[in-house]
Nanobody, 122 residues
């Protein structure tokens, strides 16, 4: 049973940084694409970033490109999302997810974590 557990969310001022972690267990993650998604109140869940577990291919939404970095630590089975230059519009519940295909759509991700809240104040 694949399990994903996010951590690292919190309250930060605009311009600040946070690093989210996603600890993965119960699967052969070298076969997976790992993604970060976010959902703000009354908005649809949106793609943020994705990475193939080998770490060689990374993908970002235009809204976070140049500010966020996704990475993996294979030894720890952990995926990270380093978020710099945070903006109030980055405020959302952030989810880690796993897919067996390379995709940017949430419907392609079968496994999801419980989410971690990121709040960016002005």
């Amino acid at each position: 049973q694949v399990q994903l557990v996010e951590s690292g969310g919190g309250l930060v001022q605009a311009g600040g940084s946070l690093r989210l972690s996603c600890a993965a267990s119960g699967g052969t993650f070298s076969l997976y694409t790992m993604g970060w998604f976010r959902q703000a109140p009354e908005k649809e869940r949106e793609f943020v970033a994705a990475i193939r577990w080998n770490g060689r291919n990374t993908f970002y939404a235009d809204s976070v490109k140049g500010r966020f970095t996704i990475s993996t630590d294979n030894a720890k089975n952990t995926v990270y999302l380093q978020m710099n230059s945070l903006k109030p519009e980055d405020t959302a519940l952030y989810y880690c997810a796993a897919s067996t295909v390379l995709s940017f759509g949430p419907s392609s991700y079968y496994y999801w974590g419980q989410g971690t809240q990121v709040t960016v104040s002005k």
